[in-house]
């Protein structure tokens, strides 16, 4: 049973590969997907900002070396505003590269040449470490509503309610936060991608529509909470 919890929570991720030699990134994102990631690849610093903009990824592996710049750089703006995984993997073996990745934020140095099945060993190994006991596998419930993860449902009375993409995720990672008030920045950032450009104010729109969606009487909710000034947080959830 545990083997399978582990599995599902990385058949669920999706890996961002920053890497201008095109064959290899090809190679690796073909057997990262076989073993049930989603993967996107992107050659050079200016298309991994273009796409960390409205994606949102799970684990990234990167190249130093990079047409118009380094890895070091888009791993140095990356920390500013998110703590996704990052694996460096390049050429560039020596002790002060090394030192250097780490230090930018990455999570792990892999040296080129790699092994296909070393690089998998430390992406599961990575993603074990950080999402393991998350909220892929969670149901919630607050009042009559159930927050299925895993499946990504929600049930209100029984009955199934549709959720948008975005209203799921944000839900989500209100229930997954217990009853923590969040700010809308986290929301923002952790929702809708590290570098979004969408506007603030695209959280109280989600809300809204969460709270047309699930609560009896949305002008006064009982469960998704606004703390003027602060977030958002959802009272009174429970993991069942």
Known sequence: MAERKTESVMMKKKLLIIEDDMDLAKITSDMLKSYGYEVETVRDCEGAFAILTDTQFHLILMDINLPDGTGFEVCRELRKVSKIPVIFASARTSEDDKVQGLDMGGDDYLAKPYSLRELLARVNALVRRTYGAAEEGKV????????DAGNRTVNKCGAEVKLALKEFDLLAY?????????????????????????????VAVHIRWLREKLEEDPANPRFIKTVWGVGYQIDKVKEV
């Open 174 to 202: 209100l229930c997954a936060h217990g009853n923590q008030i969040i700010r809308k920045e986290e929301l923002l950032r952790e929702v809708w991608g590290a570098f979004s450009e969408v506007e603030i104010s695209t």
């Open 140 to 147: 919630w419930q607050f009042g009559e509503v159930v927050v």
